[in-house]
């Protein structure tokens, strides 16, 4: 029997953080080996386990896999959160897309300048609620679906569910106006899997405060 998914990253959000959310949305327990030193990250790219030398890397059914699209990807289909033809995940590809856009928005908003900061959480609240979440409710609308794709849960609706929360911590007002979006995330979020993960004490991870982020900055050597 295959042992549990090993995560590679250091002990924060990231771009590994949608791959717990997805993990754990599956009902999969999985193992985080932290990457505490920049000597750490060193050994991975030195022992030829990091392809393009970066992270996220996650080990799982025997292979080394990074590039988060392709490790979301492998996830998806293997538990079955990817669709059931080429259509359904065209679609679901699409809006996972339009996430991962508004994400790393949000998700490199730590980074910016203190003086320029206002402004990005201004257009960050502009983006939000002018383009990104009209057009999700604007799907849900359209089929009076409970999911994003054929009436049943997939990647999509993790990685949407995952995302509005990020947006409440940005503003909670933002969703008022997204009756469907906001019962998407009730949805998700009584599922007992991600229920469980929403729980004090899970690998979920908190927001990046400036102690997270100033190690961050030191493993990854970002001057």
Known sequence: MAGK?????????GRMECIRWLLAAAGVEFEEKFIEQPEDLDKLKSDGSL???????????GMKLVQTRAILNYVATKYNLYGKD????????????????LGDMIMLL????????????????????????????????SHGQDYLVGNKLSKADIHLVELLYY?????????????????????????????????????????????????????????
């Open 5 to 13: 998914p090993k995560l590679h990253y250091f002990n924060g959000r």
């Open 51 to 61: 392809m393009f030398q970066q992270v996220p890397l996650v080990e799982i059914d």
């Open 86 to 101: 080429m259509k359904e995940r065209a679609l679901i590809d699409m809006y996972s897309e339009g996430v991962a856009d």
């Open 110 to 141: 730590p980074l910016c300048p203190p003086d320029q900061k206002d402004a990005k959480i201004a257009q960050i609240k502009e983006t939000t609620t002018n383009r990104y979440l009209p057009a999700f409710e604007k799907v849900l609308k």
């Open 167 to 223: 947006v409440e911590e940005v503003d909670p007002s933002l969703l008022a106006n997204f009756p469907l979006l906001k019962g998407l995330k009730t949805r998700v979020s009584n599922l007992p899997a991600v229920k469980k993960f929403l729980q004090p004490g899970s690998q979920r991870k908190p927001p990046m405060d400036e102690k997270n982020l100033e190690e961050a900055k030191r493993i990854f050597r970002i001057k």
